[in-house]
């Protein structure tokens, strides 16, 4: 709210919000994921229903398509892109 209230035009243009560990997944893998044990504690899911919560992200300014896919912790996430395995190589 910090960032929609003092800096407008940096929020309008936010496509997608993620925590860290999903920036780098989103860097190998180009999915924008996010695991539901991290995501419980962004206060956006709903943790009983294991989804985003769509009132509390009306609630911020955001919305679904502000947001990753959800997987749980043990669940594949993605696979590395054929640059980030050469990288790694």
Do not use: Y
Not at 53 to 78: C, F, H, I, K, Y
Request: net charge positive; charged share 20%; glycine share 6%.
């Amino acid at each position: 709210m910090w960032i929609a209230q003092h800096e407008p035009a940096l929020f309008a243009r936010t496509a997608t919000v993620l925590l860290p560990k999903d920036f780098l997944r989103l860097k190998l893998t180009g999915e924008r994921v996010s695991d539901m044990s991290d995501a419980s504690g962004t206060g956006w899911l709903n943790v009983a229903r294991r989804d985003w919560s769509d009132a509390m992200l009306a609630a911020t300014g955001l919305s679904r398509a502000n947001m990753p896919r959800l997987v749980e912790g043990n669940a594949q996430s993605g696979q590395l892109t054929a640059q980030a395995a050469q990288l790694l190589a």
